[in-house]
């Protein structure tokens, strides 16, 4: 069965740092999405992509990230100067048609010290 | 984006059913009803959606209020796989599709 992956699994990084993470979506997905969950806490939305564009993005989601879809199958999430409050299980997910669910990657937890 | 209350916990005994309810009465006339799960360490798993009429699938059935306020996520036999936080999320696919994740309700199964 097609599913989402995610690498790394975990990474640590020092504060000030850019980390880049790499999700490869469901191959014929259309519409991708990162989360994330800082622990203890609810699942919280990101941004959403879709035809090469950000569709959507929240509050969270500042000038400090950026996504990208450098070829036909990487979807990535840049943090390009990681707080300690960037710590958190980062998700992406994607999904393939306007009205359909949405299919999640295990996650990459950031740690940042 | 609609706002969902759900029961912050319920217990079931396994291969038992367990109705999860949610209520969602800002809902819009287009949101579509969506329930997700998350297991211990994993990311959220789709379960089911629908829209008006009650919906089932091989996970489980899902029961909408006529008034569309209100929802039911039925579990028929509860299996201790099943434990998981389960989360009610109107989804508006005009605005992009986006999950908005509340508190959900934590669903333990006894053995």
């Known amino acids: 069965e097609p599913e989402v992956t995610q690498t790394p699994s975990h990474q640590v990084t020092q504060m000030g740092q850019e980390v880049i993470l790499r999700c490869v979506p469901i191959?014929?997905?259309?519409?991708f999405y990162w989360y994330r969950q800082i622990l203890g806490q609810k699942v919280e939305f990101l941004v959403s992509?879709?035809?090469?564009?950000?569709?959507?993005k929240s509050e969270i989601f500042d000038d400090q990230f950026s996504v990208e879809r450098p070829d036909g199958s990487n979807f990535t999430l840049k943090i390009r100067s990681t707080k300690l409050e960037d710590s958190a299980m980062y998700f992406c997910?994607?999904?393939?048609?306007?009205?359909?669910?949405?299919?999640f990657g295990p996650g990459t937890r950031l740690t940042v010290l | 984006d609609a706002k969902t209350t759900q029961p912050n916990s319920m217990e079931s005994n396994e291969e038992e059913p367990v109705h999860l309810p949610c209520n969602h009465s800002t809902i819009s006339g287009t949101d579509y009803i969506h329930w997700y799960r998350q297991l211990p360490s994993q990311g959220p798993e789709y379960v089911i959606h629908g829209l008006t009429s009650n919906v089932n699938n091989r996970m489980a059935s899902l029961a909408i209020a006529e008034d569309r306020k209100s929802s039911t996520l039925i579990l028929h036999r509860a299996t201790l796989r099943d434990a998981a936080v389960y989360y009610c999320i109107p989804v508006n696919y005009n605005q992009g599709g986006k999950l908005i994740f509340g508190q959900g309700t934590e669903l333990s199964v006894k053995p």
């Open positions: 191959s014929n997905h259309l519409y």
């Open positions: 997910a994607s999904r393939l048609l306007a009205l359909d669910e949405q299919f």
């Open positions: 992509f879709y035809n090469n564009e950000i569709s959507e």
